[in-house]
C-alpha cells in the first residue's frame, strides 16, 4: 500500500473512516429508501402496518388509476413545456449579459435573484401577481381587456400554465450561468472571422453560439427535465394543498404525498409511483445521456 | 466586436460606428425589458409590504403611505421569529456537517488508490440517480422508524451530507499538487493533519460553496419539512409562510409581502454578501467524474 502511494502512516482503514460518517448518511438516507420504495412497491403496506406481498397488484392499479394517468399526463406535459424554455432562453440571455458594458454586474445579479428566492417565496410573489384580484387581473380590467378576472390559479390548465411560468422564470438565471461558463470557452476568433464575412449578429448565434455550446444544452435540457418532473412546491402555493380544483394540476410528487401519507397513507401504492415516477426520470436522463454521446461520436 | 477592414472609407467607418451604437442601445433596451420581468414581481411585492393600511394596493404604482407597519404586524400575529429560530438550528447544523463530512468523504475519495474506493464512488454516484420525491415515503418511514418525526434533527438528518457535495470536495483535492502532500509527510505530518492543515485550507473556494448551497438549501426547503413536521411550534420559516399565505382570517396582502419579504431579504443580502466566494469556488471544484 505504502508502494503506491511513497506515503507512510497510511493503514488500511483509514480512508473508510474519512469516509464513515458520509457512507453511513448515504447508505441510511440515499441507499435503503431506494431499495425500500422497490420492495414497498409490491407490498399492500400502509402507513400505520405493514404489508403482505402483492406482486404487481400496485402497478396494476397504477394503469387502471385516472388519477395516477391525469398526474402522469401533467408532469410530462410540464416537462414538454418548460424544458425547451429552459434551453434556450437562458443562453439568449446568457449573451445579452456577456458583453463587458457598463452596469452589466448588476443586471447579472439582478437576474439571478429569482434563483435565491425559495420556491415558497416565489411561489407568493407570483401568486400576488396572478390572483383573480392580483396585478395582471387588476391592469387587464382597467384596461377592459377583460370583463371577467382571468383564472391563472383556480382553473386547473391554467394553473398549470401559470406554475410552468414561475418555474421559467425562476430558472433563468441559474442555467445563464451554466451558459456564460460555456460561452467563456467560445473562441472569440471565429465570432470576429464571421463578421469579416458579413454575418450579422443573429446568423452569428445561430451559426457559430449554438454549435459551440451544444454539449451545455444537452446538459441544460437533462437537468432542467429532471428537476421538471420534481415540481411540487410552485404548484402547491400557487393552488393550494388539494392541487388545484379536483386535483387537476396534480403532478406525480404531488399524488405520491396524497396517496403515501396521512392516516389512511397507502405506503404500498405509493411505493409503485415512487417507481414509476424513479423509471420516468431515468428514461429521460438516458436519453439525454444518448444524445450527448451521439453529439460527440 | 465586428472589426472594421483596413481600406474602408470613411463614410462606411461612420455608418458602422452608428450602427453599433444602435446595437448598444438595442441591447441596454433588451436588458431594461428583462430587469422588470425578472426583478418587477419582486419590486411589486416589496412595495406591498411598506403599504399603509388604509391606502388602495392599486392606488399608483409607489406606496402614498410608505410604512413598515406591516412587517411589525407579521410578526406580532404570527411566530416568525420562532420560524426563524427552528430553520436556524436546521441551517447551522446543515453548514457543519455538510463541511465537515463532505471535506471528510472528498479527501479519502481523492487520495491514492485503496480497496474499494471504486465500488464506494460508484454507489455514491449512484444514488444521485435517484430524485428525493421518489424516495421520500420511504426516507419518511426510516425518520419515523429513529423516533425523529416531527423533530428539527428529523428535517436535518437526511440533508446532513449530501454527495454533490462530497463531489465537489473530491474535486477540489484532486487539485493539490502531490508534491505538497509529499512535503508535508516529510515533515512529519500524519493523516489527520495533512487533511486538517494542508488540505482543507487548500480548498477554500470549494468549502465556501459547500456552505452556501448547504445553508441556502436549509433555509429555502420545503417539502421534506412539510412530511415530517406536524407541530406548528417546530414549523421552519417556509412552513410558517405556507400558514400566513392560507390563513383565512388574514386576507391582508400586505402581511403576505412582508412575510415573503422577511424570508427573501436576509438571503439576498447573504448570497450577495458572498457572491464573489460562491462564483471563484463554482469554478475551482468543478465536479470532474
Given at each position: 500500500m505504502e508502494a503506491d502511494t511513497g506515503l507512510p502512516h497510511r493503514a488500511w482503514w483509514t480512508p473508510y473512516l474519512f469516509l464513515a460518517p458520509g457512507l453511513v448518511m448515504v447508505v441510511l438516507f440515499g441507499l435503503w429508501p431506494f431499495v425500500n420504495t422497490v420492495i414497498l412497491s409490491f407490498t399492500d403496506a400502509r402507513i400505520l402496518r405493514g404489508g403482505g406481498f402483492v406482486g404487481l397488484d400496485n402497478y396494476r392499479r397504477a394503469v387502471a388509476d385516472p388519477d395516477f394517468w391525469v398526474a402522469t399526463g401533467n408532469s410530462v406535459l410540464y416537462l414538454l413545456v418548460v424544458v425547451p424554455c429552459l434551453v434556450f432562453l437562458p443562453l439568449a440571455l446568457a449573451v445579452l449579459v456577456?458583453?463587458?458594458?457598463?452596469g452589466i454586474g448588476f443586471f447579472r445579479s439582478a437576474f439571478y435573484t429569482p434563483v435565491i428566492a425559495s420556491a415558497v417565496v416565489v411561489g407568493l410573489i407570483w401568486q400576488w401577481v396572478l390572483r383573480s384580484d392580483g396585478l395582471v387581473n387588476t391592469v387587464f380590467r382597467r384596461l377592459h381587456l377583460v370583463s371577467e378576472p382571468v383564472p391563472f390559479l383556480t382553473d386547473s390548465t391554467m394553473l398549470l400554465v401559470s406554475a410552468m411560468i414561475v418555474t421559467v422564470w425562476k430558472g433563468l438565471g441559474y442555467y445563464m450561468v451554466f451558459y456564460l461558463a460555456a460561452l467563456g470557452n467560445v473562441p472569440a476568433s471565429l465570432h470576429e472571422a464571421a463578421a469579416i464575412d458579413g454575418a450579422g449578429p443573429v446568423r452569428r448565434f445561430f451559426s457559430i453560439t449554438v454549435p459551440q455550446v451544444k454539449p451545455m444544452m444537452l446538459l441544460v435540457g437533462t437537468l432542467s427535465a429532471i428537476s421538471a418532473l420534481r415540481v411540487f412546491t410552485e404548484i402547491y402555493i400557487l393552488g393550494g394543498e388539494s392541487g388545484g380544483p379536483g386535483g387537476g394540476a396534480r403532478t406525480l410528487p404531488f399524488l405520491i404525498r396524497q396517496v403515501g401519507l396521512?392516516?389512511?397513507?397507502?405506503t404500498g401504492y405509493a411505493s409503485a409511483i415512487s417507481i414509476l415516477l424513479f423509471l420516468l426520470t431515468l428514461g429521460f436522463s438516458l436519453l439525454g445521456r444518448r444524445l450527448t454521446k451521439g453529439d460527440e461520436g | 466586436m465586428s472589426t472594421t477592414p483596413a481600406g474602408e472609407t470613411d463614410r462606411a467607418d461612420r455608418s458602422g460606428r452608428a450602427r453599433r451604437r444602435l446595437g448598444l442601445a438595442a441591447r441596454y433596451g433588451t436588458l431594461l425589458l428583462m430587469l422588470v420581468v425578472m426583478l418587477g414581481p419582486i419590486v411589486w411585492q416589496f412595495l406591498t409590504s411598506i403599504r399603509?393600511?388604509?391606502?388602495?394596493?392599486?392606488?399608483?404604482?409607489?406606496?402614498?403611505?410608505?410604512?413598515l407597519d406591516n412587517y411589525v404586524r407579521v410578526a406580532e400575529s404570527f411566530p416568525i421569529l420562532q420560524y426563524v429560530g427552528n430553520t436556524l438550528v436546521v441551517a447551522v447544523l446543515a453548514v457543519t456537517s455538510n463541511m465537515l463530512f463532505a471535506a471528510m468523504g472528498g479527501y479519502a475519495l481523492s487520495r491514492a488508490a485503496w480497496k474499494g474506493r471504486e465500488v464506494v464512488f460508484t454507489v455514491l454516484v449512484a444514488t444521485?440517480?435517484?430524485?428525493?420525491e421518489s424516495v421520500m415515503i420511504s426516507m419518511f418511514l426510516t425518520v419515523r422508524g429513529m423516533g425523529l418525526v416531527d423533530t428539527l434533527v428529523g428535517v436535518w438528518l437526511p440533508g446532513a451530507v449530501s454527495v454533490l457535495n462530497i463531489m465537489i470536495m473530491r474535486a477540489a483535492f484532486l487539485a493539490v499538487p502531490k508534491e505538497v502532500e509529499e512535503a508535508a509527510v516529510l515533515d512529519g505530518a500524519g493523516e489527520w493533519t495533512r487533511f486538517t492543515r494542508v488540505f482543507v485550507p487548500s480548498a477554500k473556494g470549494a468549502l465556501a460553496v459547500v456552505c452556501i448551497t448547504s445553508f441556502m438549501g436549509a433555509w429555502d426547503d420545503f417539502l421534506w419539512p412539510l412530511l415530517v413536521l406536524t407541530d406548528s411550534d417546530h414549523y421552519t420559516l417556509q412552513l410558517g409562510l405556507k400558514t400566513l399565505a392560507g390563513?383565512?382570517?388574514?386576507?391582508?396582502q400586505r402581511l403576505v409581502a412582508a412575510g415573503a419579504m422577511a424570508a427573501l431579504l436576509p438571503m439576498m443580502l447573504f448570497f450577495f454578501a458572498l457572491q464573489r466566494f460562491f462564483f471563484k469556488g463554482v469554478g475551482e471544484g468543478a465536479v470532474k467524474f
Open positions: 456577456r458583453a463587458k458594458i457598463p396521512g392516516f389512511a397513507g397507502e | 399603509g393600511r388604509t391606502e388602495n394596493v392599486y392606488d399608483g404604482v409607489l406606496p402614498t403611505q410608505p410604512t444521485l440517480m435517484f430524485p428525493f390563513a383565512t382570517t388574514v386576507n391582508d
